[in-house]
């Protein structure tokens, strides 16, 4: 939860104000980039923060920073992911850092082996913990295509986990 | 020196690039300072001795930690006097008065330092300062970082 008084502050052109909601967004933003795009990352990582503080005075309603920081990085994440056609299967270092348990290594691997698209509706749901409608609002996609991606995203990772 | 992306969790150089976007008109510079890191760093981090020095218009300023913030007492020549608070970390200094906003980032680079240095007026309707001055501080800080031990 970001405070909206920060937002304010920082829409107003605080520095500081803006320095502290960007190390409160940064975590959420990286978590989503590397997990949608994990071979641009970093860029990805940029990108959003650069979009999402230039249209920072344009957020209306302050409370709603962590929808409008997620929908923008989701969008910049699966842009990127898309410019690079890098749905292909991704070098196990990134997990590794993660956490040192095989099984978990195995498992973030299948995830990332995933298309960006059906990983990203999988970072919403396992990781950030969004409702259905929650995600396909964040994506402005209708709640059936989310639920279609997540039973095909589910379908890949029970084969790939038990191949 | 401690690893710079590792204390803020973002490149200094980018959170910078970042702390610009929100911030329209203002002035961004880049030089790349033939020193290393560490001479640049011990430059840009002791405001109180070196700001001075790089700054036109500062004729003093002195440190003091309060509240758990480091706060400048900012002296200009032209008499005018006012508080920064000032946030500081391995390649990365943020400073805020009521009028202005300063900032560098810095980042280790093949051949010396990457350092980018903001300014931004707080006041709305005044003209961005000029990029030949801040250009001109950072020839300064370079002059006096290879100037170090």
Redesign the interface.
């Known amino acids: 939860m970001v405070d909206p008084a920060l937002v304010g502050a920082?829409q107003a052109?605080?520095?500081?104000a803006?320095?502290e909601l960007?190390?409160e967004l940064?975590?959420m933003v990286?978590r989503l980039t590397t997990t949608v795009a994990p071979s641009v990352a970093e860029d990805a990582?940029?990108e959003a923060?650069?979009a999402i503080?230039?249209n920072?005075r344009e957020l209306r309603n302050p409370e709603a920073i962590v929808a409008w920081t997620r929908k923008l990085t989701i969008q910049t994440a699966l842009r990127l992911a898309r410019a690079r056609r890098r749905d292909e299967p991704v070098d196990s270092a990134p997990a590794s850092r993660i956490d040192p348990g095989e099984q978990l290594i195995e498992l973030v691997d299948a995830l990332q082996r995933l298309p960006a698209e059906q990983r990203t509706v999988v970072a919403l749901r396992a990781i950030e913990g969004l409702s259905e409608q929650e995600a396909a609002r964040a994506l402005d996609l209708p709640v059936g295509t989310v639920k279609s991606r997540l039973n095909r995203a589910r379908a890949s990772l029970r084969k790939g986990w038990l191949t | 020196m401690a690893d710079m992306s590792a204390e803020i969790g973002l490149d200094p150089v980018v959170r910078l690039r970042v702390l610009a976007a929100a911030l329209p008109g203002s002035t961004l510079v880049t030089r790349e300072i033939g020193a290393p890191l560490a001479s640049v760093w011990a430059v840009v981090e002791d405001l109180e001795r070196y700001s001075p020095l790089y700054e036109p218009s500062v004729a003093s300023a002195a440190g003091e930690e309060r509240g758990g913030r480091k706060i400048l007492h900012m002296t200009y020549k032209n008499g005018f006097r006012e508080d920064c608070v000032v946030r500081l970390a391995a390649g990365w200094c943020l400073m805020q008065s009521p009028s202005v906003v300063v900032a560098f980032a810095a980042r280790s680079t093949k051949t010396g330092t990457l350092l980018v240095h903001l300014e931004h007026w707080r006041s709305p309707g005044q003209a961005s300062f000029a990029a030949s001055k801040l250009e001109g501080e950072l020839l300064e800080i370079e002059r006096l970082a290879q100037s170090l031990p």
């Open positions: 920082a052109g605080d520095a500081l803006l320095d960007l190390e940064l975590p990286r990582t940029q923060l650069l503080f230039r920072l």
